[in-house]
């Protein structure tokens, strides 16, 4: 079957510190992997995704790797800031649009 | 700019209600999801739909129940809410073939 599995929270890191958030998978098949972010009070938003093994997704300097060897997909910043403070989820999709997600990271930036 | 978007953010019922959550979506997706997210379980799909007035049941669809009749419009019916249906309500949808899902910004629903 299919699922995803993500570093537990609650992760607290100073400013400009750099951010690792695990995650692997389990599927059949050929998935699409993710990252989604959750910021206080609004849904979820896409942060970066991948559709094939070795693509790197990026963005806001966030960034991943579909490691297929590995089956993992984990998320990594050079450098924090408050504003990334967040809960961020990873997740896959598989043949059918059928969503799998992680149970979500949540992620505290202090000053 | 895209957008999924629900009725209602915050809603507080009681014990027995019927509760409607309505979601309408403006990117003609095919495809329409209801979540549910509580603290430390990430998402759970309760119901999704692939077409008008088609549904399918998700991880945990007891207790709801679903309606499409306009391919734009997806809602989640709680018959009887309980205490235990407290919780964030997450609509999505997504264009097919492994897109990216588009979420709206959640009900979180109170049932005393």
């Known amino acids: 079957g299919n699922s995803v599995t993500q570093m537990e929270g609650p992760v607290t890191l100073s400013e400009e510190a750099f951010l690792t958030i695990n995650c692997t998978y389990t599927a059949t098949g050929y998935p699409s992997l993710f990252w989604y972010v959750q910021y206080p009070g609004e849904g979820l938003q896409l942060l970066l995704k991948a559709t094939k093994a070795d693509d790197k997704g990026s963005n806001k300097g966030f960034e991943a790797t579909y490691r297929k060897e590995t089956t993992s997909f984990h998320l990594e910043k050079g450098s924090v800031q408050v504003s990334d403070s967040a809960v961020y989820f990873c997740a896959l999709s598989a043949w059918g649009n059928q969503f799998y997600f992680g149970t979500g990271t949540s992620l505290t930036v202090i000053p | 700019d895209v957008k999924v978007t629900q009725s209602s953010r915050y809603l507080v019922k009681r014990t027995g209600e019927k509760v409607f959550l309505e979601c309408v979506q403006d990117m003609d997706h095919e495809n329409m999801f209801w979540y549910r997210q509580d603290p430390g379980l990430g998402l759970r799909l309760i119901y999704f739909?692939?077409?008008?007035?088609?549904?399918e049941k998700g991880d945990i669809p007891e207790g709801y129940s679903v309606s499409r009749e306009k391919k734009e419009r997806f809602s989640l019916i709680l018959e009887s809410a309980s205490t235990n249906q407290t919780s964030m309500y997450l609509c999505a949808s997504t264009r097919g073939n492994a897109g990216e899902l588009f979420f709206g910004e959640g009900s979180r629903l109170t049932v005393l």
């Open positions: 739909s692939y077409d008008v007035k088609m549904k």
